[in-house]
């Protein structure tokens, strides 16, 4: 848009509008099974696919950009998608089951301010903070070290901490240090109750939304 006006003085004052960032942008919105699966767009950790539903959709500038779907229990989906300006494109996808893992497990626990910060266990995203935050819940991996990372949805990639799973006989405590982002990172590992086989895998039987690790680290 260009707008001519005169001024006062006799100048002639020529000025041009730019198009709106807006109008340059489209949407993606993602159906993905299981919905806990995290979303990366072009690299970019975005949040759990469950938060990109039916009432939530993320910008992005117009143009092909590459989505990744990754969770720990399923193969990774990479693919990419075109999204034009002003328009949602929405991303439907089922991801396949591996194997579960066999234990024994210890158990990891986080804890920060951004619920859907990332959880990274030897540089793998494993999925959210929220997932894993409360006395019931909990990542099972097997007894081991393990390079841990909290990194928020917005902000710095986090400050990346060794943590020591015991084997199930043993409690251990290892906090992890607060990093540039000024949210507390907790990880907890104990051992926890028996596991048991239930439809989505290898649980405790403390809580049906505890999550696994993926064997081969």
Known sequence: MKLVS???TGLLIVAFGLPGVAQQNGYVKTAVSPSR????IDGKYVGPAGNLGSARKYPVAAGEHEIKLT??????IVTKVTVQAGKTTKLEQKMKAV????PPFGRLRTISSDKFA??????KFMGHVDE???PTQGLLLNPGEYKVRIAPVNGPEGNEET?????PQVNARAPLKRDSSRFDALALTDAGPPARRSPNGWQTAEADRTRLGRLGF
Do not use: T, W
């Not at 699966?37 to 990366?40: H, L, P, R």
């Open 71 to 76: 969770e720990p229990r399923y193969e990774d």
């Open 37 to 40: 699966a995290g979303v990366f």
């Open 118 to 123: 990332a959880v990274y266990v030897n540089g």
């Open 163 to 167: 943590v020591k799973i015991g084997a």
């Open 6 to 8: 005169l001024s006062r």
């Open 99 to 102: 194997p579960p893992p066999q």
């Open 132 to 134: 894993f935050s409360n």
